[in-house]
């Protein structure tokens, strides 16, 4: 792998942190309720939610197989869902993802990009 591809994966990493801490900023001191009725709240999460999916696209298949304890495959599959499904989106998924799954993700996120640091120190 050349450096530039290095790069431009850990560029996704770094980016799918961003978009994940977003969410959290987004959805923070709201429930459910609350969250479905603040339309650009709403809005704004869902897009980085789609984000997060597109930048997970971009890591190579060697990363994404080396580092298991991410959900590639069903990070991406969210982000089709939610692109190509928008009028049928349920409501409880997209609630369970951003208050159960976005922290843990965040979490292993952080792990990773730390170890790539660590690895170019």
Do not use: C
Not at 93 to 99: E, L, N, S
């Amino acid at each position: 792998m050349s450096n530039s591809s290095e790069r431009d994966w850990h560029f996704y990493i770094n980016d799918m942190i961003i978009f994940a801490q977003k969410v959290l900023r987004y959805t923070e001191g709201y429930d459910q309720k609350s969250f479905l009725e603040n339309e650009l709240n709403y809005d704004a999460t869902l897009r980085n939610l789609e984000l997060i999916g597109e930048a997970a696209t971009h890591i190579p298949p060697e990363i994404r197989a080396e580092n298991l304890d991410i959900p590639w495959r069903q990070i991406i599959a969210t982000r089709n869902r939610i692109i190509h499904g928008y009028l049928g989106i349920d409501n409880n998924i997209v609630w369970d993802i951003i208050t159960a799954e976005i922290p843990e993700l965040l979490h292993l996120l952080q792990n990773l990009r730390n170890q790539i640091n660590n690895i170019n120190e």
